[in-house]
């Protein structure tokens, strides 16, 4: 049954309409399954983010204003093949995290370094957000679950949420690693422990799956960030001093080779469910 998935999905796309009115449920989920490679794929973008935002700012020599509006238009265009498809497509869905990934890193330097706003602020500003898209998408869909991403009201409110954990883990993690003068290392180590505190949480002490979930996400961001900067920062600064490029260029090809392996295999792929139609 699996192996013929593939051709299922390519049928299903070919017979309907561009986008999915947002109260039917399409038969496949559009976002992966939970796997270890999820969480591996997760942090690698999360640290291309940060150091492609970097280099992109360094090398273009558009201003940190233009790199961002380049980044956004770019994703804007990604977003819309994303909502176009029927069903998860890794490079797609992948592409989409990682500029969104770029774009949340550039939305709070923007904050931060165009307009002086306060780490502690942006931090602050960007949890309320975050808040406040999980609580209108509770509010309209009565669940908040990864495993049910199959309208485009769901996907919206989804991809809403993604981009504000990324801006509110750059502000956390800048706070934590450049105001608290942790350093690069010690920041990775402390944002690891905590992922792990919430791991234990859950298959520990109950910790609801949904909410372990996005708070793990949230910190797979400063996470990444922190592992990024320490390979790429000169080593006077605390890192290792690999440069931006051959930082970027180096977790890019992992990324790609471990997209291509899950196209290929379909590892995160979950079994499909009878097409259901669904109230407003």
């Not at 947002?22 to 973008?45: D, Q, S």
């Not at 402390?190 to 793990?216: E, K, Q, R």
């Not at 960030?225 to 605390?238: E, H, K, N």
Request: proline share 4%; glycine share 8%; with cysteine.
């Amino acid at each position: 049954m699996t192996a013929d998935i593939p051709e299922a999905v390519e049928a299903y796309e070919a017979s309907g309409p561009p986008f999915a009115s947002p109260g039917r449920r399409l038969r496949w989920n559009k976002v992966p399954e939970v796997t270890a490679y999820f969480w591996v794929i997760k942090v690698l973008c999360t640290t291309v983010g940060e150091t492609a935002a970097d280099l992109l700012n360094e090398k273009l020599g558009l201003g940190l204003t233009g790199v961002s509006l380049l980044m956004s238009v770019l994703l804007v265009a990604v977003l819309v093949a994303q909502f176009r498809t029927r069903a998860y497509r890794p490079g797609i869905y992948w592409l989409a995290v990682a500029l969104i990934s770029v774009v949340g890193t550039l939305i709070s330097d923007n904050l931060t370094d165009n307009l002086g706003v306060p780490l502690e602020t942006s931090t602050v500003a960007f949890a309320v957000a975050l808040v406040v898209v999980f609580v209108a998408w509770y509010r309209s869909e009565r669940t908040l679950s990864i495993h049910h991403v199959d309208t485009t009201r769901r996907e919206s409110f989804y991809w809403l949420a993604v981009l504000f954990t990324f801006a509110l883990g750059t502000a956390a993690g800048d706070l934590v690693a450049e105001r608290m003068d942790l350093g690069y290392w010690i920041s990775a180590g402390l944002f690891a422990l905590a992922i792990a505190a919430v791991a234990v949480a859950h298959f520990a002490l109950g910790l609801d799956a949904v909410w372990s979930f996005w708070i793990a996400y949230i910190l797979t961001r400063p996470l990444g960030a922190s592992i990024g900067d320490y390979l790429s920062q000169p080593t006077a600064d605390g890192g290792l001093g690999l440069g931006t490029v051959i930082t970027s260029v180096l977790f890019l090809a992992v990324i790609l080779g471990l997209v291509v392996f899950l196209t290929v295999t379909r590892r995160d792929v979950s079994e499909p469910e009878q097409l259901t139609p669904q109230r407003d």
